[in-house]
């Protein structure tokens, strides 16, 4: 059964400090890795998705990577700023029964707080 | 706009009872899902469904039931068999193939 694990649990930055978050997966037999955003009290808003023949994707001021060998995926966040204080979730897709639909299992979040 | 609507936004159970959460997407994805956040958690997928009149089960399935009788709607019935219904659930969909879930506002079920 797939497990992931993101760490740290909590991280809080002054601003303008650039940022790593870690996320951790058991199974490398996978379709892809998802990082979404959530604020509090809101759905997911999905950052980046790195397919599992890729090895990173960027997008502004986020770099996220994949070792699928390793099960690890680290975001990158350059620059922060107080808009980028949120929970942060790493998803891992995995195939749905032999079928072409994937299923994600999701780590427990990183909550970011960049402080002014 | 294309998008995902859930509702209601807060919802509130008492013993005993059945409710239902409703989602329904206008983006034409094939697939569907349906997952639970609890505090300081990640997401749990509860069902999912690929194709109208069809749904599997996820993780956590017991004590919720589904149905997928049109492709733009999947229905989360909570019912009074689920012990510890308090959650934040929250629906998905996406296209067929390998790409992004895309995500609803969520609903708030507490017990009353």
């Known amino acids: 059964k797939q497990e992931v694990t993101q760490i740290p649990a909590a991280l809080s930055v002054p601003e303008g400090e650039n940022l790593v978050l870690n996320c951790s997966f058991t199974?490398?037999?996978?379709?892809?890795l998802q990082w979404f955003r959530q604020d509090p009290g809101k759905g997911l808003t999905s950052l980046l998705l790195i397919q599992s023949s890729q090895r990173e994707q960027t997008s502004g001021r986020l770099n996220a990577s994949l070792d699928k060998s390793s099960g690890r995926s680290t975001l990158y966040i350059a620059a922060s700023q107080p808009g980028d204080s949120a929970t942060y979730l790493c998803a891992v897709g995995t195939n749905a029964g032999g079928t072409s639909y994937g299923k994600l299992t999701f780590g427990q979040g990183t909550i970011l707080t960049v402080h002014p | 706009d294309g998008g995902i609507t859930q509702s209601p936004k807060y919802l509130f159970r008492k013993e005993g009872q059945n409710v239902t959460l409703s989602c329904e997407q206008n983006?034409?994805?094939?697939?569907m899902y349906w997952y639970r956040q609890d505090p300081g958690q990640g997401l749990r997928l509860i069902y999912y469904?690929?194709?109208?009149?069809?749904?599997q089960k996820g993780d956590i399935a017991e004590g919720y039931s589904v149905s997928r009788e049109k492709k733009e709607s999947f229905p989360l019935t909570v019912t009074s068999a689920q012990k510890n219904p308090t959650a934040f659930y929250l629906c998905?969909?996406?296209?067929?193939?390998?790409?992004?879930?895309?995500f609803g506002d969520g609903t708030r079920l507490s017990i009353l």
């Open positions: 469904s690929q194709i109208v009149n069809d749904f």
């Open positions: 998905a969909s996406s296209p067929e193939g390998n790409q992004p879930q895309h």
């Open positions: 983006l034409n994805h094939d697939a």
């Open positions: 199974d490398s037999a996978i379709y892809n």
